[in-house]
């Protein structure tokens, strides 16, 4: 039984792309690859990434509680800030106990806990910060997002690794359908670009090494000769509403959150099942969440990390759920794998992808291997009508959660 769709009124986004939802969607529709050499990663295995570039992120969050924030906390702030804008939303006038906050994140401030570690070892407890908690647990972006908001709703924060942005949608939904909030809050953060979290994706066989490589030809989903991930970080967030509610507040909603699956594969930590039989049951009870038929499709948003497996096991599913071979994209060839953020960022971009009707090409793929049997987009953003689209996303763990998006 399909339930009532939810407005997505406003969308906030900061990535390696760019530092607002515009500027990202320029970006990826450009598509070339973001990455680049950093020299704080000099030395180690891998020493390139997707960072979010050009803007100060203490500074652009204002006020003297920017300090106590961990990087992912400051991403999803500004995200967070951009979204209510767009909504056309104020906390000043909003009655904020029916305002729900769900932000998820994957590995939340492994980054502040790496490098207070450090200072603990180098220079002694004393000059460790007192706010290190803060800096490193999981609930701080949806805590502070709420705090900034005057939100106090529901507030959570999913974490199913890579999925954990399509997770928050997700329940961000549920919580609108079943009345328990009239505005829900609702994305992802990630920002893990430190040096033990590059040598352990290196050490796993999931990063990429350049290998001579320029760093931005490396990250190719669905090549023939993909070979790992490239990461990056960044936040999305989105405004939902009942569409109803939005309509007669006068909000012209950007798309439509018709549907939502999700499934565990229940077989290994890091590896997707081989025949994607339980990533298929995702995808194909968000069709039936959202009433459809899968040739109703007209578009698939990609997880497409640009390692052999999960590349092969998505298209894979691809060609079986959707045998009209809608037109295909991956954007973690332009952004890197943003982990938790990814979900978010991504559905973020379908529902761009709806309103403009233009399917961002996939970086640095001339074409897809030919056993994959999908089309993808390269080179150039095609241009197509996208009434219907979905939007994958696929996590360590075995974490399945598929978006179905439709115009308004």
Known sequence: MSRSPVAITGLGMITPAGNDTEATWRGVCAGRSTARVLPELDGCLIDFACPVTGIDLADAVGGRTAYRMGRFVRLAILAAREAVADAGLSPATWDGSRVAVIIGTSSAGSTGLYEQSLVLERRGPDSTSPLGTLLTIANMPAAEVAIRLRASGPSLAPGTACSSGATALSVARDLLVTEQCDIAVAGATESIIDRLAMTGFARS????????????????????????????????????????????????????????????????????????????????????????????????????????????????????????????????????????????????????????????????????????????????????????????????????????????
Not at 224 to 233: C, F, I, K, Q, T
Not at 362 to 372: D, I, R
Not at 379 to 404: C, D, E
């Open 205 to 408: 066989g999931a990063g990429a090494l350049r290998a001579g490589e320029e760093p931005d030809a490396v990250s190719r989903p669905f090549a023939a000769d993909r070979r790992g991930l490239v990461m990056g970080e960044g936040a999305a967030v989105m405004v939902l509403e009942r569409e109803s509610a939005a309509r007669a507040r006068g909000a012209a909603p950007r798309a439509l959150l018709a549907g939502a699956g999700a499934t565990t594969d229940a077989y290994h930590p890091t590896s997707p099942r081989p025949d994607g039989a339980v990533a298929v049951a995702a995808a194909e009870a968000a069709l039936r969440d959202a009433g459809w038929d899968a040739t109703d499709v007209d578009h698939v948003n990609a997880h497409g990390t640009s390692t052999p497996l999960n590349d092969a096991t998505e298209a894979g599913l691809i060609a079986r759920v959707y045998p009209h071979r809608p037109p295909v994209t991956a954007p973690k060839g332009v952004l890197g794998h943003c982990m938790g953020a990814a979900g978010a960022i991504e559905a973020g971009l379908t529902v761009l992808t709806i309103q403009h009707g233009l399917v961002p090409p996939v970086a640095n793929l001339a074409a897809p291997a030919p056993e994959f049997g999908i089309d993808c987009v390269t080179k150039q953003p095609r241009r197509t009508r996208v009434s219907r689209a979905v939007s994958h996303s696929f996590g360590f763990g075995g974490h399945n959660a598929v978006l179905a998006f439709r115009r308004a």
